[in-house]
């Protein structure tokens, strides 16, 4: 069994390693259009608020079921 040192690349092992040198270049390129993009996105409500099942007094409303944004 011939014992290969890990800090040489052999040929056949370069063009990996070059693969993933420019992809991680790519990725590095567009990361700052990603996150303006998604900081453009519109926030979308999914969800009815919270205040749309509570009653005066502060209790849920009887039949009431599901996600509710408690953001409001």
């Given at each position: 069994m011939q014992h290969?040192?890990?800090?040489?690349?052999?040929?056949?092992?370069t063009r990996p390693l070059h693969f993933y040198t420019r992809l991680l270049g790519l990725l590095l390129t567009l990361l700052p259009e990603l996150a303006q993009a998604q900081a453009q996105a519109?926030?979308?409500r999914t969800a009815p608020p919270v205040s749309t099942i509570l009653l005066p007094d502060g209790t849920v409303r009887t039949?009431?079921?599901?996600?509710?944004?408690?953001?409001d």
């Open positions: 290969v040192s890990p800090l040489v690349l052999r040929a056949d092992q519109p926030a979308t039949g009431a079921n599901g996600s509710f944004d408690a953001t």
